[in-house]
């Protein structure tokens, strides 16, 4: 288990858990459809901590690094 910001660029995982501390961004997520047991690709990430940006059913979803450290993965 690990996070997702730790994922390599390419690498699909599946998320475990959603740890978030901002609860519209949970709402968000979720109304996204990224959910526990979700399959994610990770597409790109920025530069000296900058933004994560992961695939999950068709769309491309970008979020901070610090919030992308809330979310828990495992290789899919």
Do not use: H, W
């Not at 475990?16 to 690709?41: A, F, H, M, Y």
């Not at 979803?61 to 450290?69: G, Y």
């Amino acid at each position: 288990m690990k996070q997702l910001n730790e994922a390599a660029i390419g690498e699909r995982v599946t998320i475990l858990s959603l740890q978030v501390q901002n609860p519209k961004l949970e709402k968000r997520l979720l109304s996204l459809g990224c959910k526990i047991g979700c399959e994610v690709c990770i597409k790109q990430k920025g530069l000296f901590g900058g933004p994560c940006t992961f695939e999950t059913k068709g769309q491309y979803i970008s979020i901070r690094n610090c919030d992308a450290c809330a979310i828990m993965v495992e290789m899919a």
